[in-house]
T-cell receptor, first 109, second 113 residues
Framework: EDQVTQSPEALRLQEGESSSLNCSYT??????LFWYRQDPGKGPEFLFT???AGEEKEKERLKATLTKKESFLHITAPKPEDSATYLC??????????FGTGTRLQVFP | EPEVTQTPSHQVTQMGQEVILRCVPI?????FYWYRQILGQKVEFLVS????????KSEIFDDQFSVERPDGSNFTLKIRSTKLEDSAMYFC???????????FGPGTRLLVL
């Protein structure tokens, strides 16, 4: 059975305090792993797609990495506007994305 | 930048009533999806749609649900007889190709009383 686990569930950081979010997955026929950001009451906003182990993608203060069993989202020197829930979603070799429960990040000034 | 739009943003209905949720996918996208998110829970896949056919559906997507692309721009989700447990945020998404990045709309918050 497909499983996606994100940790920690919640993370509080001081502005400028770097950290990493983890996504562990067991998904058969993985075609890619997607990271999204979700603000309260809004739809998921696309951040990154990673297709193969060893791949890395960067965007501003965020960097996503992928291994065969995990993906990490590294946040460097976060700002309050980075506060959101970060969702990991492996995609099987079918249409659907399988979402984790997310990591709720709060960055305080 | 093109984006997925959804209407209405909020819908309140009585149990047993039919509701139709509407979506306008990104214009050059060919694959369309519906997901839902019950309050405090994870985003769950409902259905994918391509070439005027359902290509995949989850066990949640039972006979009470249907999807349609009535014209060249809209994509709809119909719930025939709503239940209390249908209360959730419903997200439409679209992608240019199958298994490519899916872009999500802002959602419709459905409340069934």
């Amino acid at each position: 059975e497909d499983q996606v686990t994100q940790s920690p569930e919640a993370l509080r950081l001081q502005e400028g305090e770097s950290s990493s979010l983890n996504c562990s997955y067991t998904v058969s026929g993985l075609r890619g792993l997607f990271w999204y950001r979700q603000d309260p009451g809004k739809g998921p906003e696309f951040l990154f797609t990673l297709y193969s182990a060893g791949e890395e993608k960067e965007k501003e203060r965020l960097k996503a990495t992928l291994t065969k069993k995990e993906s990490f989202l590294h946040i460097t020197a976060p700002k309050p506007e980075d506060s959101a829930t970060y969702l990991c979603a492996p995609g099987r070799n079918t249409d659907k994305l399988i979402f984790g429960t997310g990591t709720r990040l709060q960055v305080f000034p | 930048e093109p984006e997925v739009t959804q209407t209405p943003s909020h819908q309140v209905t009585q149990m047993g009533q039919e509701v139709i949720l509407r979506c306008v996918p990104i214009s050059n996208h060919l694959y369309f999806y519906w997901y839902r998110q019950i309050l405090g829970q994870k985003v769950e896949f409902l259905v994918s749609f391509y070439n005027n056919e359902i290509s995949e559906k989850s066990e949640i997507f039972d006979d009470q649900f249907s999807v349609e692309r009535p014209d060249g721009s809209n994509f709809t989700l119909k719930i025939r007889s709503t239940k209390l447990e249908d209360s959730a945020m419903y997200f439409c998404a679209s992608s240019r190709g199958g298994r490519e990045t899916q872009y999500f709309g802002p959602g419709t918050r459905l409340l069934v009383l």
